[in-house]
Structure formats: C-alpha cells, structure tokens
C-alpha cells in the first residue's frame, strides 16, 4: 500500500516532468532558424512545393496547436515519424524533391526501440568496467582518509576526470587497435566491439564514484557501529565488505541516478567516435538532419528513462537500508 | 555557519573572520593545489604571451613544412615547431595554445554564467518558499531530466554556433545542479536569527536577499564552481569535435582534434599532441578544485 502510493506520486511528477520537457523541446524546435522542409525535399526543389509539404504537414500551424497534436499522439504511444529517414533504412535525406521511394518513413519509435538495446548494452558493460576500476581505489582510500591511498584516489580521479572522452577515445583505438591490434574499434560486428568504448566510458564515470566512494566508506568507518562490530569481534574483512559496503552502497545507487544525463551525453559522443549504432548515434544524425520528431522522440524517452531510473534508484535504496523514507 | 563567526570571535583570536579566506588558506597549504596552481599559471601565460612573442600566425599554411613531428619524434622535426606542425603546416604549439585561450575563455565564462542563474533562481526559490518555489524546481527537475549535451547540440546543431551562443547555451543548459544546492542553503539560511533580525528592523527582501544571504552563501558555491570550469572545458571541446563549437580557422581543441583524427595513420601527433595540452590544463584546474572542495568541507563539517 505504502509503495503504491510513492509509485503513484513519483509517476504522476515523473509525467509533469516529461510534459515539460517535451513542450521545451518543442518549442525550442520551432523557434531556432532551418527549415526541416528545405532539407527534406533537398536544395532543388521549388519554394512552392516547400510551402505545399509544409502545409500538408501542418508545419505552419502556430507552435501552440502543432504541440497538441503531437502530444495527443504521444499519450497513444505515437511518437510520429522521422522527417528525413525512410522505414528500410537505406539512403538518407538530400534525395531530390520528386523521388517517389521516398513516401515511406520511419516510425520514431522503431528507430528508438532498435537502437536503444545497443546503448543498454554499452552502458551496463561502462557501468561493470567502472565498478571494476572504481570500488578497489575508492574503498582504499575511505579506509585510510588523510594517508597515500586517500591522496592516490584524489590523484586518479583527477586524472581521469581531465581526460576528454573522445580525445582518450582516439588514442586507445591508436594504441589498442592499431599498434596492438588487441580488438576491433569502429563500427559494430558482434560483441567485442562494444568492449573499447565501454571502457572509455568506464575512465569517464569512476572518478565520480571514486570520489563518493571514498567519502562515504571514510563517513561509514568511523560510526559507532563499526566500531562494535571489532568488538564483536568481527574480522576486519568481514566487516568492511559486509557492513562498510553495504551501507556506502547508498550513496553511489544515487549518484547514478543522479548522473544519468552526464552518462548519457559521455554515450553520444563516444558512440560517434566509434561508430557505434546505438541511441546516441541516432541522435547526432537526427540534429545534423534536422529531424525535429526523432530528436523530439529521444528527449521524450530519455526524461522518461531519467524519471524510471531515479524511482528504480529510490526503491532500490529503501530496500538496502529500510531506515530511509520514501 | 558564519553567524558562529561572531560569537566565536573573542574565544579564538587567531580564528580569521572571513569564511572564503580561511578556505583560501587551507587549499593553499596543500601541495595538489601548488602544483596545480603552478602549472596552470605556467600554461596561460604561455598561451597569453607566446602567440605574440613567436609571432607564428596559427592559421597560416606553410605547405613546405607541413607534417613536420615534434621534437626527437620521427624524421624531419625542427627546432621552430616544438610539437611539429599539421597537414597545412601550421605550427601545432601556437594552434593549442590559441586553443587554451578559447576554451578557458568559455569554460570560465560559462561557469560564471551558470553559476549566476543557478543562484538566482535557487535563491529566489528558498527564499519565497511556497508556490514559487514548487515552478521553479519543478523547471529545474526539467530542465536537469534533459541531458545537457543533447540540449546544447540541437540549439547549436539547429542555429549558427558562435562565442556567445556557445556561453549562452552551455551557461543555460547547466545552472540546474547550483539551484538545487542555492534553495536549500537559503531554506536553511532564511530561518536563522540574523535574517528574522533584518526583517524585524524592517528590511526589504530584496535588501535580505542580495545584501545579506547572497554574500555569504555564494563563495562557498563558487569555490565549487573552479572544478565545473574544466568540465565546460570538455563540453566546448566536445561541441568543438562535433563540429558545433568555435568553427574554423580559429582554432580550438576540439577542432584541431577532429582535424587530426583524418591523418592519425600517418601523423598521430595532430590529434594527440592538443589533447595532452588539454588533460594537462584540466588535471591542475581539478586538482586545484578537488583540495578547495576539501578545504570547504573541512571547514563547513563535510558538508
């Protein structure tokens, strides 16, 4: 009963919050210069049929109406369809104006639905890397707050919050891939290619969780408790990795929800980088293209996906310690 | 926090009065921020004076000398271009440090620019409380479920990315996370003794607000702010690699980067030789964040 009702409160607040943003979004379209139609039907084509695509597609409406078509269909599960990708996936925009292969477009849901299993994919595979490289060095240096260790992960996190996702990209495929030719970089063909970019990615994240980590497992050791577990007479490994961990696990579930959007903007660009076919590609094209309902669809579901994630990480966390509220 | 300043005043004499010079002092006797500070001093005045003093023009081609290494790497390199030159032959040391300044210009002005809109509306928020405060932070919550980048590649994607537009977007798309923090210290900050004191004595909230909460509150946020100043520098330099920063010639390190990236094969120091400029800049400005961030927390009690 409890958590029915925080289920309800946080989605209904979940759904003003994807409201905004889509209305932000939508407008913030129609406002910037570039017209989409230009680029559909490609340079050639006549002002007059510019005019007559437009207003075929009701894209001189005032903003206002044109917003409450499309979130009528958004409420029926319709996010429209893409403006310049057609439904096979082959060429895309700048045909000339009269192609008639051109009638069938994508549906922007599709397009989502496909590539976002890559992007989970590269993001869960980050996250493990991350934890990989992160937990050692954080729970380290929470264990002796002040000594080398602590200085060590201080270092390491600044280091490697100062190295830019694609500049580090670039010179891992160089050594990695192209010195070493340790495994495949560009593109995608099967799992393995997936492994760079993660890591990347993973270099990008575990400073944050380094530096929370070492915080809050220094804030855990020096409470009460701790302190009468030795007296239990507890091992000392027994009692960090079952109550020390446990309890700064807290604080790191929220940094992740919390650092989504910086996950996902690391994602963008280094897809790019690597070519790989995941949401964040589908994005940089859709801005190039100027593919207003793609770049709507994917700031619908990626505040949606930021929403789910921050519930999932308040559920999570009250399971982990009942003592927090919801 | 700082009314304790006060009444604390005469039992610790030694104790200084201001709160940001105390953190100053702390962060100062660490040797992460020594070094950091050093460096840092070191590169922009390298970037400040050597374009000038070398009088090496960064857009100029010179096709003779072009693909030249750095120095002792490979055939062919030359005293004159330390880091070697690009496949136009433009001298790579000047064209970084061209490429320092752009980004430091950006990434301090847009720390700046966030910084003052986060605290506005996060004070504003605190301070009236109420229904104010829930349009507010509901924007906020908005505004914070879009990812940033995705944000500022379609406003730039879509219009003509320029200096201003690019501070403008970055600033806009950032100030979220210090209106969260500014709310919640003013909450804290408005139910203390000293403002229910001026609003006795009949001052105006405005007065409250700029005069008296404002002053105190936001050094401590702005010590904070030195490590968001290198991570507006990877974002420029981002938008920069994707095409929708700073267009060329003038040259930035993102652009130089994805320039590079097309002649990795045969000359890896063009995209590789910016970057380390650019890791060494934002390690010192981290390190120099890192120990003030620490210092302010030991401090204000880890806060």
Redesign the interface.
């Known amino acids: 009963m409890f958590i029915l009702r925080f289920l309800a409160r946080r989605l209904f607040q979940g759904a003003i919050i994807v409201f905004l943003v889509s209305a932000l979004i939508f407008t913030l379209l129609r406002v910037v210069p570039g017209d989409p139609v230009r680029l559909m039907a490609g340079g050639m084509a006549p002002e007059a049929l510019i005019e007559q695509i437009a207003t075929d597609m009701g894209l001189r409406d005032p903003i206002w109406q044109q917003f409450g078509r499309y979130i009528g269909g958004v409420v029926q599960g319709d996010l429209g369809q893409s403006f310049v990708r057609p439904a096979n996936g082959a060429a895309v925009g700048g045909a000339s104006f009269d192609d008639t292969t051109r009638s069938e477009r994508a549906e922007v849901l599709t397009l989502i639905a496909d590539t976002a299993p890559m992007t989970l994919q590269l993001a869960l595979l980050a996250m493990g890397f991350a934890l990989v490289i992160a937990v050692p060095i954080g729970v380290w240096g929470g264990l002796r707050p002040g000594g080398w260790p602590d200085r060590m992960a201080l270092y390491l996190s600044s280091l490697f919050v100062s190295l830019p996702n694609f500049w580090l990209g670039i010179v891992l495929a160089l050594v990695l891939s192209v010195k070493l030719q340790l495994m495949p970089a560009i593109g995608y063909k099967g799992f393995a290619y997936a492994i760079l970019p993660a890591l990347v990615l993973a270099i990008e994240i575990a400073p944050f969780l380094i530096r929370t980590l070492t915080v809050s497992v220094a804030g855990v050791m020096g409470q009460n408790f701790i302190d009468i577990a030795r007296v239990r007479g507890l091992t000392r490994d027994q009692i960090v990795f079952r109550h020390a961990l446990k309890n700064s696990s807290i604080p790191l579930l929220n940094l992740i929800g919390v650092q989504f959007s910086m996950l996902l903007g690391g994602v963008l660009v280094i897809e790019f980088i690597f070519d790989y076919p995941g949401l964040g590609l589908l994005t940089i094209n859709a801005v190039m293209q100027r593919d207003f309902p793609l770049i709507q669809g994917i700031a619908i579901v990626t505040a949606a996906a930021f929403v789910l994630i921050n519930i999932v990480v308040d559920l999570v966390a009250t399971t982990i310690d009942p003592r927090l509220e919801y | 926090m700082s009314s304790i300043d006060i009444t604390a005043a005469p039992a610790e004499p030694l104790r200084e009065r201001k709160v940001s010079a105390r953190i100053w002092r702390l962060a100062f006797a660490s040797i992460?921020f020594r070094i950091g500070l050093a460096v840092l001093v070191l590169l922009i005045a390298a970037a400040v004076l050597y374009p000038s003093l070398s009088g090496i023009d960064p857009v100029k081609m010179n096709i003779k000398a072009k693909l030249t290494p750095p120095l002792f790497m490979g055939e062919g390199w030359a005293w004159s271009h330390p880091l070697g030159t690009d496949q136009l032959g433009r001298d790579m040391l000047v064209r970084a440090l061209v490429g320092l300044r752009y980004s430091l210009l950006i990434g301090v002005s847009t720390t700046v620019l966030m910084l003052l809109v986060g605290a506005l509306v996060g004070l504003f928020a605190g301070y009236f409380g109420g229904r104010t405060d829930m349009v507010l932070m509901?924007?906020t919550?908005?505004?914070?479920?879009?990812?940033?980048?995705?944000l500022a590649?379609?406003?730039l994607?879509?219009?003509r990315p320029t200096i201003p537009s690019i501070i403008l977007v970055l600033g806009l798309a950032g100030w979220p996370v210090y209106a969260r923090v500014m709310r919640s210290t003013a909450m804290s900050e408005r139910k203390k003794e000293y403002v229910r004191g001026a609003m006795v004595l009949g001052a105006t909230d405005w007065r409250i607000m700029f005069a008296l909460i404002l002053p105190l509150v936001l050094p401590p946020m702005a010590f904070v702010a030195v490590l968001d100043i290198?991570?507006m520098m990877?974002f420029e330099?981002?938008l920069g690699?994707?095409g929708l920063g700073v267009q060329p010639p003038t040259p930035t390190?993102?652009n130089i980067?994805a320039d590079g990236?097309k002649y990795?094969?045969n000359a890896?120091w063009i995209?590789?030789m910016?970057?380390v400029f650019?890791?060494l800049v934002?390690?010192s400005?981290?390190?120099m964040g890192?120990s003030l961030e620490r210092a302010r927390n030991a401090i204000y009690g880890?806060a």
């Open positions: 992460e509901r924007l919550d908005a505004q914070l479920s879009i990812p940033m980048i995705i590649i379609t406003i994607g879509v219009s290198a991570r990877i330099s981002v690699f994707l390190f993102g980067i990236r990795l094969m890896w995209a590789t910016p970057g650019m890791v934002l390690t400005i981290n390190l890192a880890g």
